[in-house]
């Protein structure tokens, strides 16, 4: 078991620039903890050239995309598509991670642990029933036979990390994607869809589910992702650019996410303000 290593995944496409800043820090933050067994990334991108000075492994998946997608229908089905195509090319634990995510003391022992023991680890519980209109809803999955939605019963992981055992979970993600797949069929179509079918799939599978927080942290409401974009165009200006892996040094807490979201507001109606004044002006 010990000799086995950690293959941490990213997938990161679109023309989204946040999501480089949020990647780059995410991986200093990963890099920086040091563990017993090797640790190696991969980013599944579009845009290789994109980050060619990192110390990653890049899989280009430009022509994967709409094949992954549906042809755009869901563009989150791609995560566990590159999960899965990982896990059947690479002997290590595989840990998918989503970009707007860092890494803090103690994360390693922790991973380490409960994929020993066979868990499956995410990120944190959210809670049951996440999908009601899905009441009464059924469908054949491929290694699970008949899958139910029981109201009383299904539950939701968030996925911003999903750790996972080749040898053992290959069927719990390949019945996560059928399952995304029927759900699609049937006219269903949810911002967290993924993430719902990976988290009930591994209950019909009855494995045991280990959560990583806090010592992996995952900053995915909306306020919380503006407060760190603001944070991370400073980190990355002061730091010229280069790449170096570092402990997590952007102070995130909800306090502070408050108080920026004060500030935010009173900076954009005042700037209105300044602008209508201006325009005024002009006119005048």
Request: hydrophobic share 40%.
């Amino acid at each position: 078991m010990a000799s086995r290593g950690l293959t941490f995944i990213y997938v990161e496409y679109g023309d989204l620039e946040r999501l480089y800043l949020e990647l780059r820090y995410s991986l200093s933050t990963l890099l920086y903890w040091k563990f017993h067994t090797s640790v190696d990334v991969v980013v599944y991108t579009d845009k290789p050239s994109r980050y060619q000075d990192l110390p990653v492994r890049i899989v280009d998946i430009t022509t994967k995309i709409s094949e992954f997608s549906r042809n755009g229908l869901y563009h989150h089905r791609i995560k566990p598509c590159v999960l899965l195509e990982e896990m059947k090319n690479n002997p290590n634990f595989c840990v998918m991670t989503d970009t707007d995510t860092f890494f803090q003391k103690g994360f390693f022992e922790k991973l380490w642990s409960a994929l020993s023991e066979g868990s499956i680890a995410v990120d944190r519980f959210h809670g049951r029933n996440p999908f009601p209109a899905l009441a009464g809803f059924s469908t054949s999955l491929p290694n699970a036979s008949r899958y139910h939605y029981d109201p009383k019963l299904s539950v939701e992981y968030n996925s911003g990390l999903t750790a996972v055992d080749p040898r053992r979970h290959v069927p719990v993600v390949e019945d996560a994607i059928a399952l995304i797949d029927a759900v699609l069929d049937r006219g269903g179509k949810l911002l967290t869809l993924e993430q719902i079918a990976l988290s009930e799939c591994l209950r019909i599978h009855t494995i045991p589910v280990a959560t990583m927080y806090p010592f992996f942290r995952h900053y995915y409401r909306v306020a919380h992702k503006r407060y760190m974009q603001w944070q991370l165009r400073r980190w990355l200006g002061e730091r010229g650019g280069a790449f170096a892996p570092q402990p997590p040094t952007i102070r995130y807490t909800r306090v502070r996410v408050r108080f920026f979201r004060i500030w935010d507001k009173l900076s954009t109606m005042l700037g209105r303000r300044d602008q209508q004044a201006e325009a005024q002006a002009r006119w005048r």
